[in-house]
């Protein structure tokens, strides 16, 4: 466990979190459509919901089967068609999905959110 001591009052600001949690087993290859109720120790969304207590930057690791649905549930519920007047950009925030390929076999997804996503970088 790490503790942090310092003489300063600052804090140290998080950047990043990076979630990897495992995905219940060799079940999850089975299932035709993974659900994102089933990663351990927590479901995704408690684990999301305490990642973005730290950062609005979280990457999420993902089976290759998880259901889109449920990593767009994850984003907070917001006013669709909002534009923000300095940037120009839709106050509506986004998740970008990667595919993870090794050769010609996609084995994961890797979700990106806040200012992690391609065009949000003003969230960052």
Request: hydrophobic residues 40%; negative net charge.
């Amino acid at each position: 466990m790490l503790h942090a001591t310092s003489r300063t009052s600052s804090a140290r600001k998080i950047d990043v979190v990076f979630l990897s949690p495992p995905w219940g087993g060799p079940e999850y290859l089975a299932a035709p459509v993974y659900s994102l109720t089933q990663t351990q120790p927590e479901p995704a969304a408690e684990l999301f919901r305490l990642a973005r207590l730290l950062t609005p930057n979280v990457a999420f690791y993902v089976p290759r089967n998880t259901a889109l649905e449920d990593i767009a549930a994850l984003l907070p519920p917001s006013a669709s068609g909002v534009i923000d007047d300095e940037s120009g950009t839709s106050g509506v925030e986004q998740v970008e999905v990667e595919e993870e390929w090794m050769g010609h076999k996609l084995k994961a997804l890797t979700c990106y959110f806040g200012g992690l996503a391609q065009g949000q970088e003003n969230l960052f």
